[in-house]
């Protein structure tokens, strides 16, 4: 019976660790953000209409591991990436960051951080990154702080309720 257990208990930590360490060649960037935001080509179904039209809003917290890019940011390329991929017009797809908590940080205008670059080509392709003036106050961080073009708001709670009324639908994940 010890045995059984303890080979559940292997089992169940080793699954984690598995599932992180996923097949990524069958993944690539592009079409609308060449150096990140990976996808995978996906046989659907139900493909997409070519006339849908998205407009989707991203929420992160967490902040990006040390020297990288913010994941919760790269969702959001990834799912611009994607479905520009799969024949919906970009220009058709509007997506908004609702920044609040450590992620905050990730939004500094500045040498140190090494997702600059990334967060600027989003917002020149029309990507809005809304930050949470709570979490902005909390750390100390002003509007002249932060990337040119990104929007300062009263909070994250805020920023969500007027990206719903405006359409917006918010990613669970």
């Known amino acids: 019976m010890r045995a059984i257990v303890l080979s559940a208990l292997a089992l169940l930590v080793a699954t984690p660790a598995a599932a992180q360490q996923a097949d990524m060649s069958a993944f690539t960037t592009g079409p609308v953000f060449e150096d990140f ?93 809304i930050v949470c003036g709570q979490s902005a106050a909390g750390l100390g961080i002003s509007a002249d702080d932060l990337i040119p073009g990104v929007e300062m708001a009263l909070s994250a709670m805020t920023a969500h309720a007027l990206l719903q009324q405006q359409g917006y639908t918010v990613n669970p994940f």
């Open 37 to 129: 935001g990976p996808h995978a080509s996906v046989e659907q179904t139900d493909p997409l209409p070519a006339d849908t039209s998205l407009r989707h809003s991203f929420d992160v917290a967490a902040a990006a591991e040390e020297g990288r890019f913010n994941r919760g940011f790269e969702s959001a390329a990834r799912f611009i990436n994607m479905h520009a991929a799969n024949g919906i017009d970009p220009s058709q797809i509007e997506v908004a960051v609702v920044v609040h908590g450590g992620a905050v940080r990730d939004l500094l205008d500045g040498e140190d951080n090494a997702g600059a670059a990334n967060v600027r080509a989003m917002l020149d392709h029309g990507v809005r990154f």
